[in-house]
Structures are given as structure tokens and as C-alpha cells.
């Protein structure tokens, strides 16, 4: 069976966030529970009070990276049981994860976080809204939530954690050019691999292929923080997470994370270095050539080799390495790392989206090469 689903309103303008209390009004929403981090609340605390002053709130603000089942189960405890209209997460990926399985929680207090998968119902009695402050997660419109236990990290989903509410304000999002770039990076990596998927649609193409566009476009000038290439960037993000959500991630995303997770390098950063052998392992595949060679008359290139070659231009420009060795990572530790990675990467649930079955001796060959 196939679907598309995202959020069911998206408020979308610059500093529309100090619009907040009116939009909860307009939703119907009186009694709003608040979940954030630390750094972002010393951002935004004020603007929050002014905008929130007529709605009864509460705030939870502990959430750190990478949040475990305990943590959650934990706050939980904290809320002692009240009840929400709605839970509202301000913050990146993590806090986004955080208040999907806390509202989870609050429905169903005796739920076991670790089974959520998209084969069972879930009824959510808050609403979730979503007010990303990155631009490149999409984890304010996909169903996916990531968490961490004893094990190590879950990737689990369910189509009732797509957020009901997502609203994109890129006064919001980071100054800091290095975030700027991994985070644009990630969300051009989501939409190559919404495209390659072998789950995509025509709706997940249509979104991919406008945010490839603008994200090639802009993200430099989003760098300088012009506020239009800003704004830009915030909406591209949001359009390639429904692209991807909607579609699953591929072979980037799987060696990405194997190789993030090994040399603890930041996940845009990770993703990137394996968006252009992706490319061309995925090129293999008819109907994946195809579709990126639809890219290509976006992008104005005549073949897969001139995309290859815009990108790595593009990577440049925005200081974001293709070669493993641009990060300083020496050769000997690097190769000696390589089954780890490779096993690692086949444990990965995005591999199953690749459209060119991936096996070890392939794997083996693309992290060689990516030095
Ligand atoms: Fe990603």
C-alpha cells in the first residue's frame, strides 16, 4: 500500500514563532506542555513568555543529545499524570525524538517505547506540534523517532508521531556557519536518497527534487545569514524530511551513520561524504539513473558526471569534505576500521531502501575509495 503523510498545517514565516500564542488559541489548545533543552530555552525563554502569556503551560527543558527510554520514562514521572492539549517540542532532532515518545507515554503511560514500529496503532489523546530549530533534521514532519537504551540507538516509527502541527521560523535556526552547512548538507543528502529510494513516489520526488534546487542555491548565502536564503533553507529542510520520511533513506545514510558513529563526526558531515559514491554505486539501477539525471536538468549538467561534478564544487563552497582524508583521519586507522564499518552499515535499516542491493565486498570497495 502506498502513502504520503506529513502534517496537517504547516505555519511557515519569519518570526512567526512570537505569533505562538495566537496559533495555539486558533488550534484550540489551552494547556500546552512545553519540551526543549537548556541552550534553546536561553534563546527563546523570553520571546516564549511574551508570546504564551494567555496560555497555561508548562515547561520541561532537561532534554539533552541523544535521549535514552529512562530519561523519558523519567520525565513522565515528573508531570505526575496531568494532561496536555497538546505537547509542543522547540529544538533539534533530539528534542523533536523526545516529546514523540513522551506524548506517546502520556497516552499510554504504560507503553514500552522500545516496540514502537509502524505495524501497530498508536492513539496519541495530545496533540504534537513541531518547531524545528535546525534546518536539515526533518524530524518535524517524519513519523520516525530515534531513542537510545541499553543497547545503543533504536531507529524506530509510527505514523501517529507525525507532528500534527509544524511551524518553520528561521530567526530560529543556528548563525553558526558549520552548523548551518552540516545541517544543509544532511537535508541535500535526504533528498538524494528520497529519490533514489526504493519506496519513492512521484509526491516524494516533487518535494526532493525542489529542495536539491534550492538547497544548491542557498545554502552558501544561508552561511552569510542573509535572511531570505535563510528562510529558504528552513522550508527546503522541512520539504526534503517529508520527501524521505515518506520514502526511507538509502546507502548514504547507512554509511553515514556506521562512520559518524565510529569517528565521531557530526551526521550532515557523515552523511556527505557518501552522497557521491551513493550516486554512483545507485547509477547502476535504470530507474535510479534516471531520476538523477532529472536532477541534472535542474541543476543544468548535461550527465551523472557532471552532477558528480557541481557537487563536489558545491561541497567546497560550504566547506564540507567528499574525501574521508579531508578530515584528517589517518589512513592506517581508517582501513583498519573498515569491517567495523561494514558491519555496522549492513545492521542498518536504511540499506534496506537502496535501490542497487548493497552487499559487503560492495561496501568494502566504497569506504576504500572514499579515503
Ligand atoms: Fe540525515
Redesign the pocket.
Known sequence: MSLFQFPRTIYFQRDIFDSLGDILQKEGIRRVLIVSDKIIMGFIGNRLEKTLAPIERELFVDVTPEPTIRQIQNALTALKGRHYDAVLAIGGGSVIDFSKALAVLISNPGADLSTISPFEVINLKTKLIAIPTTSGTGSDVSFGVVLTDDEGKLALGNYALVPEIDILDSSLAPTDKKITAATGI?AF??SFEAIASNTSTVFTDALAERAIETIFHNLKRAMENEENAKDLMHISATMAGMAFSNSG?ASA?ALGHSFGATFHIT?GTS?GLFLIPSILFNSQNQEAKEKYLRVCRILNVNDIEGLIEEITKFFKDVGQPCRVRDLGIDRQVYASKIEQLISLSMRDSELAFNPVLAGEDDLRKIFTETY
Open positions: 544532511d543528502v535526504h533513506t545514510h551526521h552523511v
